[in-house]
Each structure stands twice: as C-alpha cells, then as structure tokens.
C-alpha cells in the first residue's frame, strides 16, 4: 500500500517552454502533497505543501508564479514549471500525506533537463 | 523552526559488518522520526520509523533508537549486503518535514 507515482520519469524541455509534472497517489487519498526539488549529493528542499481544493503554500525563496502548484483531487497534485530555465534543471520529487499521523510516501521523481 | 544535523556524509562498511547513522534535532515538539533510502535517480523509500512515545524498533535487520531527552536518533543495520549500499536521509517532523542531509552508504563485498 501507500504508493505515490510520478509522470513522466524525465523530461527534456527547451527554455521559455513549460512542463507539467504530476503526481498520483494510487492507493490512497492524499489531502495534503507536497513538491520537493533535489539536487545532486544534496538533501531533499521543500518547495510547496499542496493542499486538496486550496492554494498551494510556498516556502520562501520559491517563485509562485514560476511553479505553479494545482491539487484539483485527493489523488492528483500537478507542478507546472513555466518558463523554464537551464538552472530549473533538477531532480522534482513528490510525496503525499498518508493521514497516518504524518506519514509521507514519496513519488519516484520527475528529471528535468532544460536545454 | 526544526534544525536536523547526520553523520557521518559518507559511510563504507564490509559487507556484513553493522552500520550506524545518527541524527540529531532541536525541536522538542518534533514526534515522528522517519527514515528514507534513497538509491540513484529514484526517489526516497521509508524503511523505519519511530514515533516519540517509543525508544526503538526494529524491523529484521533495521533498527531505529531514539533518544528523547538528548533528542538523538540513530539508525542501525546489521549484516551489511551489497543491496543496502544508498543514500539514507532521515527527518524529524511535527508539522513539517525537516530532513537531515543525508549519508551515502557503500558496503563493500
């Protein structure tokens, strides 16, 4: 139980284009998800805590308008990245909220390289 | 807000010989204490946790140890394979997840 996908897997954009990425919780209902973003040999940074039918809440220092977070169901978070950038190039991981007192599941991450 | 410090970064183990993690934190009202394996280009995979109202459990060859009063908390495998060889993060949360900075285990056959 509790498994989060992710789509796509990777992703090659050009710059000025933007990307979606979603993220499904298959197996529960997930009323908060959050977007978290790595980089490489580096530890997981929070970006947005996404809430079902609300407005995403963005930690400081991440763009709103450039990640736009949309959480339409209980099993469906999307993270748009528009405009993309070269330096937006990343590893983007998902989680979602069990409900099991704060238990997160996480996606397998989304690569995204913009050329 | 929560401060999550682990160590050591890097870790290299003999294949089955033990390895321990460690992590400490500063909020007191942190009460959930995960912790992730992460293997190259996938996402983070809970393997234990611990709540506060406990001080260890173990599951087979994991155990987690936590220390409320010195608010430590330890990660310990035993007998080693080649297969446990990743990237482990752990977290303390209470509202939010605040992760440590990871440690990159390689065990050596």
């Known amino acids: 139980g509790a498994v989060v996908s992710q789509h796509p897997s990777w992703v090659i954009c050009k710059s000025g284009t933007s990307v979606k990425i979603e993220c499904r919780s298959l197996?529960?209902?997930?009323?908060?998800m959050f977007w978290y973003r790595q980089f490489p040999k580096q530890s997981l940074m929070l970006m947005a805590t996404?809430?079902?039918?609300?407005?995403?809440?963005?930690e400081q220092g991440v763009e709103k308008d450039k990640f736009l977070i949309n959480h339409a169901s209980l099993t469906l978070s999307t993270l748009t990245v528009t405009s993309a950038h070269p330096e937006d190039s990343s590893f983007y991981i998902c989680?979602?909220?069990?409900?099991?007192?704060?238990?997160?599941?996480f996606g397998p991450g989304t690569r995204l390289t913009v050329t | 807000g929560e401060n999550v410090e682990q160590h050591p970064s890097t870790l290299s183990v003999q294949e089955g010989d033990s390895a321990v993690i460690k992590c400490t934190y500063s909020?007191?009202?942190?009460?959930?204490f995960p912790w992730y394996k992460q293997e190259l280009g996938k996402g983070p995979q809970l393997i234990i946790d611990?709540?506060?109202?406990?001080g260890e459990k173990k599951d087979q060859r994991i155990a987690v140890t936590l220390n409320k009063t010195a608010k430590h908390f330890s990660l310990h495998i035993t007998e080693t394979q080649p297969e446990d060889s990743a990237v482990y993060f752990c977290?303390?949360?209470?509202?939010?997840?605040?992760f440590g900075t990871g440690t990159s285990l390689t065990v050596i056959p």
């Open positions: 989680s979602a909220d069990s409900g099991a007192l704060n238990e997160q599941y």
């Open positions: 197996d529960f209902q997930a009323t908060t």
């Open positions: 996404s809430n079902e039918g609300s407005k995403a809440t963005y």
């Open positions: 909020d007191s009202a942190s009460n959930y």
């Open positions: 611990i709540r506060s109202n406990v």
């Open positions: 977290a303390a949360t209470g509202n939010q997840f605040y």
